[in-house]
């Protein structure tokens, strides 16, 4: 496996693997402190591409200022060991100077359904992710881009903004318990933690009751309900739980094939997401 720091080692392994040749480029971005959801996406990569590249950058401009960027987990060595393992073939890791410069630029496009859901929790997250998968789509030109479902509205603008690029989803991977793996699980106690692995069960619950739902009042009254179900499992705090279309991420107002129900909630410092199909 190589792994790379910059722009240049990446672009000119890239040329001189195309030369001649049509050799297909998987690119899987991720912000690092891999576990088995991340390595899901880089297998699933492997079946679709001859060469498999995996970025790993925490980008600052997709937190907010209150955010946790500088605690963000990161793990290099056994994130390098982790991806070995799975046989990808190129680590992209690059600092912040290399992709931004010296200067960190605001992303200025207006980013159609970044304001529901997380985005209207975390202003401007969208448009940081548009910004640095933009970047390095431009470093790397894939063939194809898999992004997991656990982060289903970031993937969903993803396909709206780079429709020249294959995005493929992967499925979300979860614990024995089933709390969907994320870098941000390590933040958790042991008493959180087992608070955690409620939330995938509830969702899916009152996904259940959705499907006999009349109409939309009655899918408030489920939404209601599991509120009150979260906050007594222990969890301290409700951004949404919502019932939308995965088609177009409007309201869902009757249940169909399409409906998926998100979530994110915190435990005390830390924030979590889930969402069922
Ligand atoms: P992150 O490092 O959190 O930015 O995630 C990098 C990629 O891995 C994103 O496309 C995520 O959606 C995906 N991912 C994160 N957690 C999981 C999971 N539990 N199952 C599947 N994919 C995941």
Known sequence: MH?????????????????GKSAKIALVPTMGALHDGHLSLIKLAKQ???????????????FGPSEDFN????NLEQDFNLLDEVFCDIVFAPSTQEIYGSSIEKFEKKIQHA??????????????????????????????????????QQLFILKENFSEINIVGAPIIREADGLAM?????????????????LNVILKEALEK??????????DEILVLAKKNIISSGFT????????????????????????IFAAVWLVKTRLIDNYL
């Open 3 to 19: 792994i790379f720091d910059t722009k240049q080692q990446v672009t000119s392994y890239i040329t001189s693997a195309r030369q």
């Open 48 to 62: 679709q591409a001859d060469i498999v590249i995996c970025s790993i950058f925490v980008n600052p401009t997709q």
């Open 71 to 74: 605690k963000y987990p990161r």
């Open 115 to 152: 304001d529901i859901l997380c985005g209207a929790f975390r202003q401007g997250h969208f448009e940081g992710v548009v910004q640095i998968v933009g970047k390095l789509f431009d470093i790397v030109k894939p063939d194809v881009a898999i992004f997991g479902e656990k982060d289903f």
């Open 182 to 198: 994320s870098s941000r699980n390590k933040y958790l106690t042991e008493a959180e933690r087992k608070i955690a692995g409620k």
């Open 210 to 219: 959705i499907k006999s739902a009349k109409n939309s009042a009655q899918i």
């Open 237 to 260: 705090k409700i951004d949404y739980i919502e019932a939308r279309e995965q088609n177009n991420l409007e309201l869902t107002t009757a249940y169909s094939n399409n409906t998926r």
